[in-house]
């Protein structure tokens, strides 16, 4: 056997024996079983509210317009199973806060109004809805924490209520309900605390929200996770 050979063999071993150590402390961190956790967070929502303001509109007549507080908290609770340190599917629902939602509004003069009528209020933006993610941890063996990104499909409702009063104006609430599919990419990472029970770190994209084109969301949440 020459030199060459038992250096490459030697460094084969090697490579064998720290994959297989790796395997090993990831398996023991992060185990195989039905996972269930909870994450909770703020967003950062680009959502459109021009149905809400459009029923506003018709209903009692003129134009209106409408700016949204764009931050929103939200809570994002799951189950799912873990086939092996690397991969694992989940099932979650998310609920939110309720966020602001200003809006204003002019009736021009008709009939006995002689006179330009105007409103403004705040209204208020929730959603609710489930999801399905696809979760791939990335192999470390270097530090604690275990670095994974998350692909999801997901099913919102939102739900936008505008109620507006003015002097001479009879008081209405326009409700609307937009729902649809959208998706999500995320990143982050899982800190083992002890074996199956971990917290986790994340930071998510989410596109077409409630199936609305230009409705997105950056999301950051902290969460905890238990494995059984």
């Known amino acids: 056997m020459t030199q060459a050979v038992r250096h490459s063999l030697v460094a084969f071993a090697?490579?064998?024996?720290?994959?297989?150590?790796?395997?090993?402390?990831?398996?023991?961190?992060?185990?195989?079983?039905?996972?269930?956790?909870?994450?909770?967070g703020s967003s950062k929502v680009e959502f459109v509210t021009s149905t809400a303001v459009n029923q506003l509109a018709t209903l009692v007549g003129g134009t209106a317009t409408a700016t949204q507080d764009n931050g929103i908290n939200v809570?994002?609770?799951?189950?799912?199973?873990?086939?092996?340190?690397?991969?694992?599917?989940?099932v979650g629902?998310?609920?939110?806060?309720?966020?602001?939602v200003n809006f204003s509004g002019s009736i021009p003069p008709a009939g006995a109004r002689t006179t330009t009528t105007t409103y403004s209020g705040a209204g208020r933006v929730s959603r609710a809805g489930s999801d399905v993610a696809l979760v791939v941890r990335l192999p470390n063996s270097v530090m604690p924490a275990q670095p994974f990104v998350r692909v999801a499909t997901n099913y919102l409702k939102t739900e936008v209520a505008l109620p507006a009063s003015a002097s001479g104006l009879t008081p209405v609430n326009a409700t609307s309900y937009q729902s649809g599919r959208?998706?999500?990419?995320?990143?982050?990472?899982?800190?083992?605390?002890?074996?199956?029970?971990?917290?986790r770190f994340s930071a998510d994209r989410l596109n077409k929200i409630s199936g609305v084109t230009e409705s997105?969301?950056?999301?950051?949440?902290?969460?905890?996770?238990?494995?059984?």
């Open 93 to 100: 629902g998310t609920i939110s806060d309720q966020s602001v």
């Open 216 to 228: 997105k969301a950056s999301l950051l949440t902290l969460g905890i996770s238990n494995t059984y």
């Open 182 to 199: 959208g998706t999500s990419m995320g990143a982050g990472f899982d800190l083992p605390i002890q074996k199956g029970l971990s917290l």
């Open 75 to 90: 809570l994002r609770y799951y189950g799912g199973y873990r086939f092996n340190p690397y991969f694992s599917v989940e």
């Open 14 to 40: 090697a490579v064998a024996a720290l994959a297989t150590s790796a395997s090993v402390q990831a398996s023991d961190l992060l185990p195989k079983g039905w996972v269930f956790g909870v994450d909770a």
